[in-house]
């Protein structure tokens, strides 16, 4: 009985300091904006696909660590999107970036990246505005 009053009070700040998972707990967001510089409004049927990649590799391929799709419905840019990539998938020590590109109905490449957008991880942001170039 002697230590209830420090008893009572610790368990409420054991109690206040625990948090309850929620369904995004185990992800980082990763923001987007993406713009290109023409001065024209893409048609409906156009679609930008985002991707944030794992780039440490320098002789292999990138793996894709989270991708969305959005429809641009014939939508004036800029576009943000918003990714979750997985908290247990960000390694500290790699590198990461983000690509998107746009695509017009029949799939040809109309709009892509082409420098480097580094987010996540080695002091980056994890809000990113890309400007993409045209594709001819």
Same mark, same amino acid.
């Given at each position: 009985m002697r230590f209830l009053p420090l008893i009572a009070p610790l368990a409420l700040v054991v109690a206040a300091c625990s948090s309850v998972a929620g369904p995004d707990a185990g992800s980082?967001?990763?923001e987007v904006t993406a713009t290109?510089?023409?001065? $024209?409004?893409l048609p409906p @049927?156009?679609?930008l696909t985002v991707k944030v990649e794992d780039?440490?590799?320098m002789d292999a391929p990138s793996r894709v660590v989270a991708e969305t799709?959005?429809?641009l419905e014939g939508r004036a840019p800029p576009y943000a999107v918003s990714l979750s990539v997985p908290t247990a998938q960000i390694n500290p020590r790699n590198t990461y970036a983000v690509r998107a590109e $746009?695509?017009?109905?029949? @799939?040809?490449?109309?709009?892509?990246t082409d420098t480097r957008h580094s987010v996540l991880t080695q002091g980056a942001s994890n809000k990113v505005d890309i400007v993409m170039v045209g594709v001819r």
């Open positions: 980082t967001s990763v290109y510089r023409e001065r $024209i409004m @049927g156009h679609v780039v440490s590799l799709s959005k429809p $746009i695509r017009d109905p029949a @799939g040809a490449l109309r709009f892509t």
